[in-house]
């Protein structure tokens, strides 16, 4: 996709106040592909349940999620809710999924990419296997932050070297919603896509089991991911999920269906 084509108009949603747009594999691939390759400062979101309520608690953070450039649905009840709320046959936009078709792409057209987060130990095994999976992939960047609040001098190291490695997509795995956050505040500081992929990391690198192809398609991948790691979380499932739902009912009883359009151009 040429940068025009990248700036079609794309139909969104607002669930509980947080927009989600109408795309899919294909077309998010070849937008991040376009806004890349004009070497932009991007970000990219894909939305679970946990997201939209972060974001229904905390206007700041939803005005971090709703100045991105694209918010995937990446849990099923969002997929559902965007399918109610008017938008016929809306896939799934998952961000481990969709981290393999990025690379897939950049692998065959030359993009380079990078990425940020995760432990050192899961990171290479992530670009292990990715490169194993995809030949060419130029990654050219990856570092494992710590698990505390960076310096000043240390965040304008790290954009340094983001930069310096002419990384054009950058990879995000600090979990939501830490990597949103760090995403706005980096741009425009970073010249590149930078795409939050929440768990993508832990489950390609093999880190951390995935739920069965049959739990994601019924909305019930939360369960599996619970069973996994119920002390961390328990309380995040048992405070989000009963919310989402009854506040999702709520919106559609009590408003009318609307479609909002928006506007994404291939550079600002």
């Given amino acids: 996709m040429d940068p025009q084509a990248a700036a079609t108009r794309l139909e969104c949603r607002s669930i509980l106040g ?86 897939e792409y950049a ?36 570092y494992s932050p710590p698990f505390r609040s960076l310096t000043s001098k240390e965040d304008t190291q790290i954009r340094r070297a983001i930069e310096d490695s002419g990384t054009q997509i950058l990879f995000v795995g600090l979990g939501c919603p830490k990597q949103e956050r760090w995403m706005a505040a980096h741009r425009p500081g970073v010249r590149a896509v930078m795409m939050g992929v929440g768990a993508a990391f832990d489950f390609i690198s093999g880190e951390k089991p995935q739920a069965p192809m049959w739990m994601q398609r019924t909305g019930t991948e939360w369960l599996f991911r619970l069973c996994c790691e119920p002390r961390r979380l328990w309380l995040r499932y048992a405070y989000h999920n009963p919310r989402f739902v009854v506040l999702a009912l709520l919106q559609l009883v009590g408003s009318q269906v609307g479609t909002d359009v928006l506007n994404v151009p291939a550079s600002r």
């Fill in 107 to 142: 692998a065959v057209h030359g993009l380079k990419v990078g990425f940020y987060g995760g432990t050192e130990k899961s990171l290479r095994s992530l670009c292990s296997e990715l490169r194993r999976r995809y030949s060419g992939l130029d990654i050219v960047y990856s």
């Fill in 18 to 103: 947080m927009r989600v747009h109408a795309t899919c594999y294909a077309d998010a691939v070849q937008r991040i592909a376009a806004w890349a390759g004009a070497r932009g400062s991007r970000y990219v979101c894909e939305a679970p349940i946990h997201m939209v309520m972060e974001s229904y608690d905390s206007a700041e953070f939803r005005d971090v999620i709703n100045g991105a450039d694209l918010v995937t649905p990446g849990g099923m009840p969002i997929v559902w809710m965007m399918r109610l709320l008017g938008v016929r046959g809306q896939p799934r936009v998952y961000g481990p999924a969709m981290t393999l078709e990025v690379c």
